[in-house]
């Protein structure tokens, strides 16, 4: 299984929203701080923002803000809103596979898709800024 970049992009752009608290974010400052299209984040913003992960302000101060505070946006919410279902194989979701009965490994993927539901449906943006800051700590340049 591969996630598309809309994923890897949202959460990136997520990031740089919770990490400016409060403050309102022009999509063209993320844009080039993590060095991606503008026009491809303005597609991935307007699913969030669809979905109520983030608002807009509108204006010539606009930008984007955070609607839930990052330790209520949970990973697998912001994923499954850029990408749809999350699973590992398409017969997982499609339960009128013409193989299901018979097929020995549906229980392989079924299991695993399950268990990267669960992860990811614990982790909040919150975690992930954790995790980043801690890593960050111990990453210095002499």
């Known amino acids: 299984m591969k996630l598309s970049t809309k994923s890897r992009y949202g959460l990136r752009l997520l990031f740089r929203l919770a990490t400016a608290g409060k403050e309102i974010v022009p999509l063209s400052e993320i844009a080039e701080k993590e060095a991606i299209s503008e026009k491809y984040l303005e597609h991935i913003i307007n699913r969030l923002k669809v979905a109520g992960i983030v608002q807009a302000q509108r204006g010539i101060k606009g930008g984007y803000i955070l609607s839930k505070n990052p330790s209520e946006i949970y990973l697998l919410e912001v994923i499954e809103t850029l990408e749809g279902p999350l699973t590992l194989v398409d017969c997982v979701k499609n339960k009128a596979c013409n193989r299901m009965a018979h097929c020995p490994t549906q ?36």
């Open 107 to 142: 229980w392989v993927w079924d299991r695993l898709s399950t268990v990267l539901r669960q992860e990811l449906s614990r982790m909040t943006l919150d975690d992930m800024i954790r995790k980043y800051t801690e890593s960050a700590a111990h990453n210095y340049e002499i």
